[in-house]
Structure formats: structure tokens, C-alpha cells
């Protein structure tokens, strides 16, 4: 199973950012997909998650700003980010889990004016 992510880039403070992962491979049903984040100088921390019943589950200060979502079809999940804050700056690493963890690489996302 492979992960692949995509969609960071630069943005300003206030915009937005879609970032997507797609699994290819033997890919199984997943239990849960989704995504962490680790800024410089600090540990990887979980941003979002959604099941495979959609459930969704967030960090507290994305509440509200980003959103989770997947398609089920083509084993994908996303992750719209809106009023995008300093703060969000970081490399986004999608997961996804069904008995063991699976990882992608990063995409980095750089919130500056």
C-alpha cells in the first residue's frame, strides 16, 4: 500500500488549501484515514481523522477551519483548510490504518504573508 499526498503550497494568512492522499496499491477498507502535521522544531501532532463509516474526529484549533472528507470509490481522502493561520504551517502527513499504519510523505504547507 502507497501513499500519496498532495495539494500544499504557499498561501496567505486567511486563505485556503486543499490537500488530498490516494492509496494505490492492494488497498484494503481502511478503519480510518487521515492526517498529522509536524511544524519545525516540534513533534508530529494529529490533525483530523474520519472513519470508515464517516465519523470525523479533529484537533481542537482546526475546529471549524478545516474539513475532512473522503471518497470511499477511489480510496482518497482530503482535507480543505480555510482561514489558513500562521500557525498551520507545517509538513501534512496523510495516514491511514486497518490493523497496521500506513503513512505517506508530506506535503508542506506554508501560511505567510
Known amino acids: 500500500v502507497q501513499l500519496q499526498a498532495s495539494g500544499g503550497g504557499l498561501v496567505q494568512p486567511g486563505g485556503s488549501l486543499r490537500l488530498s492522499c490516494a492509496a494505490s496499491?492492494?488497498?484494503?477498507?481502511?478503519?480510518?484515514m487521515g492526517w498529522f502535521r509536524q511544524a519545525p522544531g516540534k513533534q508530529r501532532e494529529f490533525v483530523a481523522l474520519?472513519?470508515?463509516?464517516?465519523?470525523?474526529n479533529y484537533i481542537d484549533s482546526v475546529k471549524g477551519r478545516f474539513t475532512i472528507s473522503r471518497d470511499g470509490a477511489k480510496n482518497t481522502w482530503f482535507l480543505q483548510m480555510d482561514s489558513l493561520e500562521p500557525e498551520d504551517t507545517a509538513v501534512y502527513f496523510c495516514?491511514?490504518?486497518?490493523?497496521?499504519?500506513?503513512w505517506g510523505k508530506g506535503t508542506l504547507v506554508t501560511v505567510s504573508s
Open positions: 496499491g492492494s488497498t484494503p477498507s481502511f478503519n480510518r
Open positions: 495516514y491511514a490504518f486497518l490493523s497496521v499504519t500506513y
Open positions: 474520519i472513519t470508515g463509516i464517516g465519523s470525523t
